[in-house]
C-alpha cells in the first residue's frame, strides 16, 4: 500500500473546534431560556385551612401550587415556616388535596397589574374580573404589598374635603389625604353613610373595597350607591365573607395599592373599605391556624402589626403626586366602644365617626355621635369662627346629653341653669340639622351656614331680650 492511499480515521481536532465555534451562541441562547431548576416538595398535614409542607424551599409571601387529586393546582402561601417545614394557607379552593401530594413553589412574586383600563371594573382579591366584561389590557405591574411613603415627604393636610354630609362637613370636617375611621355596631346605619359618602365626595378616582361582607352586599353597593355614573370613576374589589382569609387579605392589599397607583398619577383618590375589622379577623384566622398564640380577646399580636401597615399607605403623597383619602369602617362588636380593634382602630387613624345606636333608633340618619366623634386633622385648615362654631355645638349638645333625664320627667325648672335653657331651646333645630337624607347632598359651604343659622336666631332672640332694647 503506498502512502497516498493511508485513510485517516478518528475525530478532525481542527473540524470539531470550528462546529464548537458555530454552534457555541445557540447553546449559550439555550441554557440562558432554560427554566430554573425546581426542587418540589410534598404535603405532609392538613388541619384546618393550615397546610404544612416538606422538601422545598420558598420565601414568606412567596407561593406554591398543590397538585390535587384531580391534576388542579391548588394556589397557596408561604404564611409562616418551622424548621424545614413551610405552612401554606391557600389562595383558592382546596378541596381535592390528598396526603403526599406535590408541592411546586411559584417563583412568581405577589404583583398587580393597575391602569386606567380598571377604572369602571369589578374585581376579586386577585385582580381578576367579576363583571363579565372584557379581559384587563396588561399594563403597569406594581407589588401587593407597597411600601408607605417617607414621613418626611408626605405632604400635610391643607384642605379640606367635600363629603355632602351636612354634619360631618360642619362639625367633623375630613382634609384631603386624611384617613378616618367608621365605628359603629351592626345595623346602624355604616353602609347608609359610607354610600352617601361614595355619591357626594368630590374625588378624581374612588377605590372601593368590600373586605369579608355579605355577597348580596356588592351588587346593591354597585348598583345603589355608585349608580351607573358612579362607577365610570371607580375600581371595585369584591372579597366576600365567603372567600379564604387570605384572599380577604389580599382584597385589602390589592385596594390599597390600586389607590396608590392613582395617587402616583397625581390624582385624588377616595378610599372606601368596608371593613377594616374583617380584615383584621382575617389576619387572625390565619395566625391562629399555625399556632400563633391570643394575646388580646383571640387577637394574636401579629393581627395589631399588619393593621397600621395597611393604614400608613394611604394620606397625603410626596411633591408632585396626589392624595389618598381614606375611609374605614370598624365593626364594634357587642357596641364595645373598648373592642380590640376599634381600640387599635382609633390609635393609628386621623379621626373617627362613631354612630349611636340610640340615634339611630329614634329615626335619625345620619345617626352621628357628635360627642364621640372627632376629626384630628381639622384644625390645620378650619377657620377660626368655624372652630368656635363646632365647640358652641358641642357645650350645647353635651350639656342636653347630661341632662335629658331631668328634662325628660319634668324635674328640671326653667330659667336655673341659662346653659341648660338654651340647650333645651336648641335641642330640635340640632335634630333637624344633624338629620339628613341619603339621597340629599348637602356641600361644605351650606354645612357651615346651616351651623352658623343655628346659633343666629337664638344670639339675635338673646340681643331682644336685654334691657334698653
Not at 401554606?88 to 388535596?97: K, Y
Not at 372584557?134 to 408607605?148: D, E, T
Not at 352621628?368 to 368656635?388: K, L, T
Not at 335653657?421 to 336648641?426: F, K, M, N, V, W
Request: proline content about 6%.
Amino acid at each position: 500500500m503506498t502512502e497516498s492511499a493511508v485513510v485517516h480515521v478518528g475525530p478532525d481536532p481542527d473540524r470539531n473546534l470550528e462546529r464548537a465555534l458555530r454552534l457555541g451562541p445557540y447553546v449559550d441562547r439555550a441554557c440562558d431560556q432554560s427554566p430554573e431548576l425546581v426542587v418540589e416538595g410534598v404535603l405532609r398535614r392538613t388541619v384546618g385551612l393550615a397546610m404544612e409542607a416538606e422538601g422545598c424551599h420558598a420565601a414568606l409571601g412567596g407561593r406554591c401550587d398543590v397538585v390535587a387529586s384531580d391534576g388542579r393546582h391548588v394556589e397557596t402561601e408561604v404564611v409562616g415556616f418551622s424548621g424545614e417545614r413551610l405552612f401554606l394557607m391557600p389562595i383558592s379552593d382546596m378541596r381535592g388535596v390528598v396526603p403526599n401530594a406535590r408541592v411546586i413553589p411559584v417563583a412568581e412574586a405577589p404583583a398587580v397589574v393597575v391602569g386606567d383600563d380598571l377604572l369602571g371594573r369589578v374585581l376579586d382579591g386577585r385582580g381578576r374580573r367579576l363583571d363579565g366584561g372584557k379581559p384587563l389590557a396588561r399594563g403597569q405591574s406594581v407589588p401587593l404589598m407597597g411600601q408607605p411613603i417617607n414621613p418626611l415627604q408626605r405632604q400635610p393636610i391643607r384642605t379640606q374635603l367635600d363629603v355632602g354630609v351636612r354634619s360631618i362637613n360642619s362639625l367633623l370636617s375630613v382634609g384631603r389625604g386624611q384617613r378616618l375611621g367608621l365605628f359603629a355596631g351592626s345595623g346602624v346605619g355604616k353602609s347608609m353613610l359610607l354610600s352617601m359618602m361614595t355619591r357626594n365626595t368630590e374625588a378624581d378616582v374612588v377605590v372601593v373595597g368590600l373586605v369579608g361582607e355579605r355577597g348580596r352586599e356588592v351588587k346593591e353597593f354597585i348598583d345603589h350607591s355608585l349608580g351607573t355614573e358612579g362607577l365610570k370613576r371607580s375600581v371595585v374589589i369584591a372579597t366576600p365573607a365567603d372567600e379564604t382569609p387570605l384572599m380577604r387579605l389580599h382584597g385589602a392589599w390589592l385596594t390599597t395599592a390600586v389607590a396608590e397607583y392613582f395617587r402616583d398619577q397625581g390624582k385624588n383618590v377616595l378610599l372606601l373599605m368596608d371593613s377594616l375589622t374583617r380584615f383584621a379577623q382575617a389576619q387572625r384566622e390565619i395566625a391562629l391556624a399555625i399556632g400563633e398564640p391570643p394575646a388580646t380577646k383571640g387577637y394574636p399580636p401579629s393581627v395589631f402589626a399588619k393593621l397600621p401597615q395597611l393604614v400608613e399607605r394611604a394620606g397625603n403623597g410626596s411633591d408632585g403626586s396626589g392624595s389618598i383619602t381614606a375611609i374605614y369602617t370598624v365593626l364594634a362588636e357587642g357596641d364595645d366602644p373598648n373592642d380590640p380593634i376599634v381600640d387599635a382602630s382609633r390609635a393609628i387613624l386621623d379621626g373617627h365617626i362613631v354612630l349611636s345606636r340610640t340615634m339611630a333608633d329614634a329615626g335619625i340618619y345620619p345617626a352621628v355621635d357628635v360627642e364621640s366623634s372627632i376629626s384630628r386633622a381639622m384644625n390645620q385648615f378650619a377657620s377660626d369662627s368655624q372652630q368656635q362654631l363646632v365647640s358652641r355645638f358641642r357645650q350645647v349638645y353635651s350639656t342636653y346629653q347630661e341632662n335629658r333625664d331631668l328634662v325628660a320627667v319634668g324635674a328640671y325648672q326653667p330659667g336655673s341653669n341659662p346653659q341648660l335653657d338654651e340647650a333645651i331651646a336648641l335641642w330640635p333645630a340640632i335634630i333637624e340639622f344633624l338629620r339628613q337624607h341619603q339621597n340629599q347632598k348637602i356641600d361644605a359651604k351650606t354645612s357651615l351656614a346651616g351651623l352658623r343659622e343655628l346659633f343666629n336666631a337664638v344670639d339675635a332672640g338673646d340681643a331682644d331680650d336685654e334691657p334698653g332694647q
